[in-house]
């Protein structure tokens, strides 16, 4: 178990009174830019010595509401989406009734997967003389239609600098519909941080969904993932959990409003990304005394026998972890060594090594890196989309399983991206989907993740058959590049030559208040 | 589940309706109409001044969802953006954007230079225009003063092609013959890559030349190019007209609208018939043209009229489609296969004006006895309650009818608008001679067997 709860600093403290979460920045040091060593990274990061910077050249990244928060919202079953902003700012989530259809049924998803969401569809009107009457229609318009039990009302820029007073019209609202109103601030001016917006709409779900326990479901494991794990990952995590004689209580995709409401009743929050969970897990706990674990993620087969261990322990049934670690690895790990005998081969026609760059999320960084090292692979350098102080004691913890590696912390900019994969050379680059040219390589490429919609097992990467699955996969990614390569010759870089010339792919950057 | 809202607890809560509330709107934000735009110009690079997520939001809302397409070697996480925050909120963004602009020439390859500014420095009150125009003599940079709130992905592109207008284009000797086609909208239309290869290759056949400014490499020359058209075509029956008419006033170029881009050998004819004639094309080129193809098209239809007579004979029809698409889809399934047009949804929203002139184009000129009940609506709650209320056998829509037309609708379905997540659309199209037979192909599988 971690020990902040022993030893709760009043930062960590959260308050439901308040209409949001702090950011990142303000919470826990949130950073959007970093270059060295990981040891490095944590001592400034203990010395608050870790700042934001100003990109002078920066590229399109995400923001807190369109880091794929509308498309997860949308998801909630019995619940409407109300996205008050202009129309683009829920375009993403056009995909809601169609892509995660290509769920089957007989994989256990919910027949009933008939999403709802709505704009308000600010527009220039709105933005002289406000927008409180519209969307009060557009909640009235939600009940009409559909009769959720809970409406979320996600905030945008537009909505926040005009000064669109949402909790006004909650207040004024809510004593007269059934629905539970869930206002989430999620404006995208808000933070660097996109995190920031998975905190927002935790805050939202703590303060206005989770109901007092009625009673303990002592067999009731909550579990909150990134919309990057797959549906095979939740099939996976539910296979586990029942051999232990456990159900998750997966949220927030695709959940009723009954699951939120029974977050409290849980025995234990556990996480499958750290990062992403850590604002709910927290709350949870000093809210309704629901325990939690943010470390290890089952990623890799040592860390999903941890992740068991740990929940063992939380819930005293270490004996029965021990055995369904037991079963498994026998399972498991055969495939696993014949995996790294595959990577054996690779390295020994690659003199000796093969190294790989993750590009990853703060959550994936410290349960990654130690999979690489099951696989036999190494990693020069692990790229990292922010970097906060949650994590610390992990990334300690990883330093010493791993030693110290070399880590650039970058939002993803796509140019310092290729800047450090030209700069590194590594055998394999590791990318998030839509993440422009980054697969045009003379060595090797491939995605790093999936997505909630893909029902592959090809695509899995949670617990052991995950693990299993995502080293097929890489070891596959090594076997044929024509794609990566023919696309490198044929199509044009989008950067010119000095920027790869020279040797910083910082070259842009200033630190906050800098000046030129 | 009680509906106590109206009943119980007092009156309604908004004073007013606001249609403009609306589940999944059939179309983006006016700066990602411009977006799109600029990445359909080869060597064009936008500059968003922005939040840091509106390019994200049209990479899987608008191009991801355009036929599951990346914006190309400019589009994605390679846009630049100036991810402004609450800092330049209280601040000003324009030092942000200067450096941004700056940073961009020297880092990035690019013809020109697109910046687009969007929400955030049009409700603080940017000077975006003067910091533009600082970097007039070193690169090609033009500002397309847009919003999220100024409107749709449709009124985006119009007000892309302004800015060109604007800040590009000079007086150029006429080229004879010359013609540039304006309508096709990249991503809110997604098949403009293949409408635009097909139409260009038509007009050829015919002897014109074809600047289709987007798509083409021509990059920056084809923009410049627009003043020596001849002709300027406007295959929609709105979006692209206010450009036409701009060209008009500044350059004398005469335009034509034609309000849709042609499926199949009849409109396609009428098309090349038109413009020929506009251009003093000798008819006996152009029907010499048309006499090839249209002979090839209905020899080749014969392989595939037995399918068609099991699959979907003589059917109930439904279109859910932004004004042009519409226009082409019912006259073609009107006119060339027979089926009965019941009703089309024009999800583009547009002006008032070009309603009535819409309507007429979906409901006159058509075979058979069937007019299609024509509404204009881009929630997609409302859309999915009108395709209830009459028996279809065919929806050509959006990615949102697909499970809709199968469960509700006993219906065929493709894809053929905007959002489309269910299919990858690269330079396929449904225009010109050959598109009927495309269309026929792409929607066949589902139900074709003898059995």
Known sequence: MTSEKDDPAAKDRINLDDITCPTREQRANGINAFKGKASELVDKARRGELRNCERDFQQNSGCILNFYLTVRVATIRDAVMIVHAPVGCSAPAALYREVFRRLWTSMNRAADFDFHGLTTNIGEKDVIYGAADKLKFAIEEAVRRHSPRAIFILTSCASGIIGEDVEGVVAEVQPRIDATLVPIHCEGIRSRIIQTGYDAFWHGILKYLVKPARKRQPDLVNVASMLSYTWQDRMEITRILAKLGLRPNFIPEFARVSDFEALSEAAVTAPVCPTYTDYLSRGLEQEHGVPYFLYPSPIGIANTDEWLRTLGRTLGIEERVEEVIREERAHWVPKMDAIRAGFEEVKKKNGGDFRIMGSLGQGRLVTQTPFFHELGVSTPVALCQDFDDLLLDDVDDLLKRVGDFDIIVNTFQAAEVAHTARFYNPDMVLSCPFQGSAYKREKGMTRIHALRGDGRRWSAQAGYAGAVACGSFLLQATRNRSFQNTMLQKTGDPYKQWWYDQPDPHYFHRREGQQP | ?451
């Open chain 2, 1 to 451: 589940m009680t509906l106590t809202l109206v009943s119980g607890k007092g009156g309604k809560l908004s004073a007013k309706e606001y249609p403009e509330v609306a589940e999944s709107p059939r179309f983006t934000c006016a700066l990602g109409g411009a977006y799109g735009a600029t990445l359909a110009v080869f060597g064009a690079v936008p500059i968003l001044h922005s939040g840091a997520g509106c390019g994200m939001a049209n990479a899987q809302g608008m191009t991801y969802a355009s036929g599951l397409n990346s914006g190309g070697s400019a589009g994605t996480t390679t846009t630049p953006c100036s991810g402004l925050i609450e800092e330049h909120v209280v601040f000003g963004g324009e030092d942000k954007l200067r450096r941004l602009i700056d940073s961009t020439i020297r880092v990035m390859e690019g013809q020109l230079y697109v910046v687009i500014s969007g929400c955030v420095p049009a409700l603080i009150g940017d000077d975006v225009d003067s910091v533009v125009a600082e970097f007039r003599d070193r690169a090609a940079v033009i500002h397309v003063k847009t919003s999220g709130f100024a409107g749709n992905g449709f009124l985006g592109y119009n007000m892309f092609l302004d800015a060109v207008i604007e800040g590009l284009l000079k007086p150029l000797p006429v080229e004879r013959k010359l013609v540039n086609v304006f309508g096709l909208v990249p991503n809110q239309n997604i098949f403009w890559k293949g409408e635009l290869r097909t139409v260009k290759a038509l007009l050829e056949g015919i002897g014109a030349k074809v600047n289709t400014v987007f798509s083409d490499f021509g990059s920056l020359g084809s923009i410049e190019r627009i003043p020596a058209a001849e002709l300027n075509l406007v295959l929609n029956p709105w979006c692209g007209l206010e450009a036409a008419a701009k060209l008009e006033e500044r350059f004398g170029t005469p335009f034509e609208a034609l309000d849709f881009v042609p499926v199949g050998p009849k409109d396609t004819s009428e098309l090349l018939r038109r413009v020929g004639r506009k251009l003093k094309i000798p008819s006996r080129k152009i029907e010499g043209f048309i006499s090839a193809e249209e002979k090839n098209v209905y020899r080749y239809m014969e392989y595939l009229a037995e399918m068609f007579m099991i699959a979907m004979p003589h059917a109930f029809s439904a279109v859910v489609a932004d004004s042009r698409t519409a226009i082409s889809l019912v006259r073609y399934g009107a006119n060339e296969l027979g089926w009965n047009p019941e009703l089309a949804v024009v999800t583009d929203d547009p002006p008032e004006w070009a309603r009535d002139g819409i309507a007429r184009r979906l409901t006159e000129g058509l075979e058979g006895p069937s007019v299609p009940r024509v509404i204009f609506q881009y929630d997609s709650h409302t859309i999915r309650q009108e395709l209830k209320k009459q028996p279809l056998q065919v929806i050509l829509g959006s990615s949102l009818e697909k499970y809709i037309a199968r469960t509700e609708n006993e219906s065929h379905h493709l894809s053929v608008s905007y959002p489309t997540y269910d299919r990858l659309i690269v330079d396929r199209s449904y225009a010109g001679f050959r598109g009927g037979i495309a269309l026929l192909e792409d929607m066949s599988h589902s139900f074709a067997g003898p059995s």
